[in-house]
């Protein structure tokens, strides 16, 4: 069984910077592209980031483009966002896994990010 565990996360004003890392434990996470949710009070869960198994390759949400970078370091199976230029709307619970519903494994805690305006 794969666990997930988020953190990082912080209170930070407006245009301040977090990073953020997900460390993954049971499972060596190397071969599968990861990304990086976040959920907002009252909103849905919504993707912000992705990264490929060998770093390569990444995505990210429009909302986040140029302000947050994602990344790997498959020798300690852990993934991390860097976020710069925070906004009081990036404010969430952050999260880490794969994109597939059917094959995610089971949610972290999440790591709480608050931005004050």
């Known amino acids: 069984q794969v666990q997930l565990v988020e953190s990082g996360g912080g209170l930070v004003q407006a245009g301040g910077s977090l990073r953020l890392s997900c460390a993954a434990s049971?499972?060596?996470?190397?071969?599968?592209?990861m990304y990086w949710y976040r959920q907002a009070p009252g909103k849905e869960r919504e993707w912000v980031a992705g990264v490929s198994g060998s770093g390569g390759s990444t995505y990210y949400a429009d909302s986040v483009k140029g302000r947050f970078t994602i990344s790997r370091d498959n020798a300690k199976n852990t993934v991390y966002l860097q976020m710069n230029s925070l906004k009081p709307e990036d404010t969430a619970i952050y999260y880490c896994?794969?994109?597939?519903?059917?094959?995610?494994?089971?949610w972290g805690q999440g790591t709480q990010v608050t931005v004050s305006s």
């Open positions: 896994n794969l994109w597939a519903e059917a094959l995610r494994w089971p």
């Open positions: 049971g499972r060596t996470i190397s071969s599968y592209t």
